[in-house]
């Protein structure tokens, strides 16, 4: 499978980008309701706690009122009461924890909560909100044999997950670093087999679904339940495949543009295939599964600069770190575009490159992908790119 070009959907990417850093009161819902110290006579006509609406109708959006407010009152089936302080800023290192890990793993739609086995998610999802919110009540459960981590469900507007990673995390290295992290610890598969020739198998992947509904003009003719590869919705329906094709999953998207803007990694990124679900809960009725590879140096950079969490996938790391590097074989087709013009490339200015980054004959290579139809000759010094 070709891979997506990531760097046509930058642009783009960044313009859908949310830009809040920060949660004002009157970001929140008119529901909620909030408790203030030495509240103003205008809303204490009758008891202690006051919608954010009233608030809102009697006051606006004040600064004064805001810095007033110490804690949020919530009844579900009892009353509780966490503290906060507004305004909440976001551009901090626990909101960034909590976004890639609820993004991954968690439920925020209606609820804000994590269904997972690993410990670690859940220290991160507790620590964090206690960060935020003193004396917020963590609920833990056990559902089909997996531990359950349930806040207040008014966090999900106080702790904003949106589809489009925050602009602050797409600019700032460390928080993508963060970011990146939490995400392949969640949703990577890391690979490290040791093969009969004595050689290693490693490569990293990361898979999204994400629906596809309003792509579809027509409903698709596929059984329920039933996994339909990209390849035959090429063949099947090409209108469907090239609107997939040009509308990417947005997460993994922006996973795969934090990787090669601060860490100089590149990734294989296409639809792997398509499902049609039995509801159109959480994705849809049609939803397309995209799967990220990593291989070669982008492992080594990744083991680097951003690494893992738990101990399983540190141990992985340090072996897949290990592996002496072999180049990679189409390194050299990649020279050969990069010092073309117009399609044209000079194997003098070819083999000049080839030998700084330590290939003993170039000209090797010349003779490969020119059997392989993948470059043709001109004349004695140049070749044209097919």
Request: hydrophobic share 35%; glycine share 4%.
């Amino acid at each position: 499978m070709v891979s997506i070009d990531i760097s046509k959907f930058i642009d783009g990417y960044i313009d859908n980008s949310p830009n809040q850093t920060i949660i004002h009161y009157w970001d929140l819902p008119n529901g909620i309701r909030v408790k203030l110290t030495n509240p103003p006579k205008e809303l204490t006509v009758r008891g202690e706690t006051f919608t954010i609406g009233k608030i809102k109708r009697v006051f606006g959006n004040s600064a004064e009122i805001e810095d007033k407010i110490i804690s949020i009152v919530n009844w579900r089936n009892h009353k509780h009461e966490f503290s906060v302080k507004f305004p909440i800023h976001l551009t901090n290192e626990k909101y960034v924890l909590l976004y890639s890990l609820m993004l991954s793993e968690g439920s925020s739609h209606d609820e804000f909560r994590i269904h997972v086995p690993e410990e670690e998610f859940h220290a991160i999802f507790q620590d964090n909100l206690n960060s935020f919110f003193e004396h917020i009540s963590i609920n833990q459960s056990i559902a089909k044999n997996i531990k359950v981590s349930k806040a207040p469900e008014c966090i999900r507007h106080l702790i904003p997950i949106p589809r489009y990673i925050p602009r602050f995390i797409l600019e700032e290295k460390e928080f993508a670093r963060i970011y990146l992290r939490v995400a392949f610890e969640a949703e990577g598969h890391f690979r490290y087999k040791h093969l009969k020739n004595e050689a290693v198998n490693r490569r990293i992947k990361l898979s999204r679904n994400t629906g596809i509904d309003s792509l579809i003009a027509q409903p698709l003719s596929y059984n329920i339940g039933e996994r339909i590869p990209f390849s035959q919705i090429e063949k099947d329906n090409t209108n469907l495949a090239k609107s997939i094709l040009n509308n990417p999953c947005p997460i993994i998207l922006g996973e795969a543009i934090l990787l090669k803007k601060h860490f100089d990694i590149d990734v294989s990124l296409f639809p792997e295939y398509i499902r049609i679900n039995k509801t159109s809960f959480r994705r849809g009725k049609t939803s397309v599964k995209w799967t990220m590879y990593l291989h070669s140096i982008n492992i080594d950079r990744f083991v680097n600069d951003i690494g893992a969490i738990t101990e399983r996938k540190k141990q992985l790391c340090e072996l897949m770190g290990k592996v002496t590097l072999r180049r990679p074989n189409y390194n050299a087709l990649k020279i050969m575009k990069q010092s073309a013009k117009n399609g044209i490339f000079s194997s003098r200015e070819y083999s000049s490159e080839m030998l700084k980054v330590g290939y003993k004959f170039p000209e090797v290579f010349l003779s490969k992908y020119k059997k392989k139809n993948l470059i043709r000759k001109v004349d004695s010094q140049h070749y044209l790119l097919l």
